[in-house]
């Protein structure tokens, strides 16, 4: 069955980096849309960046220029490379597989259909 298992989660002072994985198993890895999300305590769940089938990226407007999302099809992983980290990035971050290789527009939960546990990240001030 589908699996996502993130990892790479931690405590981190504000400037610092993490990077982010996501080991996908269960299905053909690069035929499908990937997207990372958080949600910080008593907020909804946000889009942070999405990689199509192809390798096109997009990102939020709160990661851009701050983090890159990737992929390694011969592993099965997804990354997110954060930089310049910032107390507001605190949350749960959560990998997850779209319906097909094609990335729809915006950041929608529905659009997603397997969804991985979730890493903490922590930015202190």
């Known amino acids: 069955q589908v699996q996502l298992v993130e990892s790479g989660g931690g405590s981190v002072q504000a400037g610092g980096s993490l990077r982010l994985s996501c080991a996908a198993s269960?299905?053909?890895?690069?035929?499908?849309?990937m997207g990372w999300f958080r949600q910080a305590p008593g907020k909804e769940r946000e889009g942070v960046a999405k990689?199509?089938?192809?390798?096109?990226?997009n990102y939020a407007d709160s990661a851009k220029g701050r983090f890159t999302i990737s992929k390694d099809n011969a592993k099965n992983t997804l990354y997110l490379q954060m930089n310049t980290l910032k107390p507001e990035d605190t949350a749960k971050y959560y990998c997850?597989?779209?319906?097909?290789?094609?990335?729809?527009?915006?950041?929608?939960?529905?659009?997603?259909?397997?969804w991985g546990q979730g890493t903490q990240v922590t930015v202190s001030s």
């Open positions: 997850a597989r779209g319906v097909d290789r094609y990335c729809r527009l915006g950041y929608r939960s529905n659009d997603y259909s397997y």
């Open positions: 269960g299905y053909a890895f690069s035929s499908y849309c």
């Open positions: 990689i199509d089938g192809y390798g096109s990226t």
